[in-house]
């Protein structure tokens, strides 16, 4: 998909690195993206090849994923100039790699309810093979640093004897890793735990609700409730996950974990819904008699940001400006 064709989202990017607390300093600097088609890497891409590009910072920005094809695709319209491509599974060795980079920022991984239930293995595998790998590395160099990008639900008591447990235990699994590399080889790493993220760059395999309330809306169907969708998150718009994940890979301290999130976008899964309705010009319907097996069994799974807002973040985006602008991203793509 060319998201570059609508203009709110090359605002949204641009805006990106006004919102990256001290984000000069990646003057000169390589970064190395994995996940980089994903729903949040893709976005790291553009946020920092447009700051590169606009500031003449001479930025070197490398994506990696196991599609070079797919890579090429996303980025090939991009105004702000062509990333690194690199095809490689973070599950298998990176040995073969030469560069070393400022900076690692691990961000590939399954992170959507279909491939924890119908792939778990290779969920748990891309989570901690990938992430070992990785550190593995990042570990040859003292000058690197890396980001590892976790997720809120490492919070959560999912029992372990469940399938469902393959995400967030394999998550805190590979944020362990993090500490021991931290402890006994001396890595600079630092953690973001995302919060649930919704925008127009979710993936087409993606079947979160969030991805399927807009797929909906935007072609002008009412969104179907499969659950009373009293579970309450804490949202981020993907623009404000990405600046405060950048954010933290400059400034946070070695060995921290910081909660991804707004302490302003706390809602209801069915109120999102509704707000996505509304902008949308279309209704919510519930039935719960088609309820789907693989809905989120978490209740509540709000973060707290006192951490993240301590380095100097703050959000751009109120949930209700997150669902217009993804809403208009979209509407602007189908003309």
């Known amino acids: 998909m ?11 990017i641009r805006k990106i690195a006004n919102s990256v607390v001290n984000i000069q300093k990646l003057e000169g600097k390589s970064v190395l993206i994995t996940g980089a088609s994903g729903m949040i890497g ?8 447009c700051y590169s590009t606009r500031n003449n910072m001479n930025l070197h920005v490398f994506s990696l994923g196991r599609d070079r094809q797919k890579l090429e695709d996303r ?14 599974d973070v599950k298998s060795d ?23 239930y119908e792939r778990p293995i290779d969920t748990i595998a891309g989570n901690v093979l990938g992430t070992l790998n990785m550190l593995e590395y990042v570990s040859d160099s003292k000058n690197t640093r890396m980001l590892y990008v976790s997720s809120g639900e490492v919070y959560s008591n999912i029992d372990g004897a469940s399938v469902r447990s393959c995400y967030p235990n394999s998550k805190k699994t590979a944020e362990s890793l993090c500490a021991a590399y931290i402890e006994e080889k001396r890595c600079d790493i630092v953690i973001g735990r995302v919060c649930h993220t919704f925008g127009p760059t979710a993936v ?6 969030t991805a399927q309330f807009f797929g909906n809306a935007c072609k002008k169907k009412n969104i179907l409730m499969k659950s009373d969708g009293s579970q309450v998150r804490s949202y981020n718009y993907v623009m404000d996950t990405v600046s405060a994940l950048l ?20 809602i209801s899964i069915a109120d999102l819904a509704k707000t996505i309705a509304k902008e949308s010009g279309v209704k919510v319907n519930f039935d719960l008699k088609e309820a789907n097996d693989q809905n989120s069994p978490i209740k509540e799974q709000i973060l707290d940001p006192k951490e993240l807002y301590g380095i100097g973040w703050k959000p751009d985006y109120s949930i209700e400006e997150g669902v217009s602008n ?5 509407e602007e793509l189908e003309k």
Not at 204 to 209: G, I, K, V
Not at 326 to 330: E, G, H, S
């Open 75 to 88: 980025f090939k319209e991009s105004p702000f100039g062509q990333p690194e491509y690199i095809e490689h």
């Open 2 to 12: 060319n998201y570059y064709k609508s203009d709110t989202y090359i605002d949204n």
């Open 247 to 266: 954010t933290i890979m400059v400034n946070g301290d070695r060995g921290i974990a910081y909660d991804i999130c707004s302490d302003k976008n706390v």
């Open 204 to 209: 087409e395999s993606d079947n979160r609700a």
């Open 326 to 330: 993804t809403v208009k991203i979209l």
């Open 42 to 49: 893709s976005v790291m891409v553009d946020g920092l090849m």
């Open 94 to 116: 990176l040995s073969d790699l030469n560069e070393i980079f400022d900076y690692v920022i691990h961000a590939a991984g399954n992170s959507y309810p279909s491939a924890f």
